[in-house]
């Protein structure tokens, strides 16, 4: 039942900002973590952003231009991106992860960032 839905992806010019959020339903188990990792063509996963109650962490590539955050009551977390350049141009895959992982850990199904002139 547990499910993850990411919205708000689209096509931005270079410079210019997107705000991603996901919202989770079904969460019966105690959550560590909610984040984001995204994956281009031809690449890896690569880690984005996570967020626990005592702290955030964010990739090397995209410090000092994405914010994320989380309303812990409504199990929503959000990617606040400014500065978006062509290189962040992937498939944003929001992910939930419990106490108890790898037993609770969850994705999306993705949304696309497309960053282009």
Not at 17 to 34: D, E, H, N, P
Not at 93 to 108: H, K, L, S
Request: some cysteine; hydrophobic content about 30%; glycine content about 12%.
């Amino acid at each position: 039942q547990v499910q993850l839905v990411e919205s708000g992806g689209g096509l931005v010019q270079p410079g210019g900002s997107l705000r991603l959020s996901c919202a989770a339903s079904g969460i019966v188990f105690r959550v560590y973590s909610m984040g984001w990792y995204r994956q281009a063509p031809g690449r890896r996963r690569e880690f984005v952003a996570a967020i626990t109650n005592s702290r955030t962490d964010y990739g090397d590539s995209v410090k000092g231009r994405f914010t994320i955050s989380r309303d812990n009551v409504k199990k929503v977390v959000d990617l606040q991106m400014d500065n978006l350049k062509p290189e962040d141009t992937a498939v944003y895959y929001c992910n939930v992860r419990g106490t108890n992982w790898p037993e609770d850990d969850y994705w999306g199904q993705g949304t696309q960032v497309t960053v282009s002139s």
